[in-house]
C-alpha cells in the first residue's frame, strides 16, 4: 500500500523557518555594519564642531540622524512610504503607537523630539539614537514627571522646535487606536502651534500592524530579533491635516479631532 502524502500544514512551516533563517543570514550582518560602522561615523560627523551645520532647512545632526533611522528600517524590511507633507517649525506631532519602529520611522521622515517612555533610554542602540534625537524621558504614573515633560515640550515649542507624542500613552496590540490623552495637547494650546495628526501603518492597508506590535508580555529585544526576521513589508507615514490654533476648542477636542483623523487614515 502507497504511503499516505506527508500533511500539507508540515510543509510551510519548514519552508517559513527557512526563509526566516536566511533573511537573518543577510540582515545580522547589514545590521552589525550599521551599528558599528555608521554609527561612530554618525558620532564622529556629528562633535559640537559640526552638529549644527545648516543643510538646507535642517542641521547635519538631524540629517543623519535621519539617514540613520532609515537605513535601520530598510535593514529590517521595511519599504517606507511618505503620504502628505509634515509641518516645518514648531508642531505638536502625534501618531497611534504601534512599536519601538514607530520612532524610528517618524525620525526617518521629520526630526522631533519625542516624548517616550523612560525605560526605552536603556534599550540597545535605540535608548541612545533616541536620547540623540532629543526625546523627553516620561516616568509613567509620575505626577511630577508629567509636569516635567509638559514643562519642557512648552518651552520647546515656544523656542521654535517640534515634538511628538504617541497619546494613546502605550501600544495596544495594534489591534485598536485607544483613547487619547488630552492633559499632553496642552503644551500646544499654550505655546499656541499647530498639532499634526501622523498614521503610522504597516503591511498593505495596515494588515500588519498586529505582527509589528509587541506580542502578549513580548519585551523590546524579543520583539528586536522577531521583527529583524520578518518578511518585508510596507510602512506608511501619513502626515494628515493639521489642527490650527485655535480650530477645536480646547484640549479635550483636539484630542478627539487628532484621533479621528487618525482613525479616518487607517481605514482608507
Known sequence: MNAPPPHAGAVAP????????????????????HVLVHLPLLLLLTSPL???????AETLEHRLIRAWSAGLM???????????????????????????????????????????????????????????????????????????????????LRAGRSVGVFPEGGTRGGGEIGPFHARIFLAAVEAGVPVQPVALRYGE??????????QDKESFFANFLRLLG?????AE???LTPIAPGEADGRRRIAELARQRIIEAMAS
Open 14 to 33: 519548514t519552508g517559513a523557518q527557512t526563509a526566516r533563517a536566511l533573511r537573518y543570514l543577510v540582515r545580522v550582518p547589514l545590521l552589525m555594519w
Open 50 to 56: 559640526t552638529a549644527q551645520l545648516p543643510i538646507g
Open 74 to 156: 530598510r535593514i529590517f524590511g521595511f519599504r517606507l512610504r511618505r503620504v502628505g507633507t509634515p509641518l516645518p517649525g514648531a508642531t505638536l506631532f502625534v501618531a497611534n503607537h504601534v512599536s519601538w519602529v514607530d520612532i524610528e520611522i517618524l525620525h526617518s521622515q521629520r526630526m522631533m523630539g519625542f516624548v517616550a517612555k523612560r525605560e526605552i533610554a536603556s534599550w540597545p542602540v535605540v535608548g541612545w539614537l533616541a536620547a540623540r534625537g532629543e526625546t523627553i524621558f516620561h516616568h509613567r504614573g509620575n505626577t511630577e514627571s508629567l509636569g516635567g515633560v509638559l514643562h519642557e515640550m512648552l518651552a520647546r
Open 205 to 214: 492597508h495596515g494588515d500588519a500592524q498586529a505582527v509589528v506590535a509587541f
Open 230 to 234: 520578518e518578511p518585508g513589508r510596507l
Open 237 to 239: 507615514v501619513h502626515f
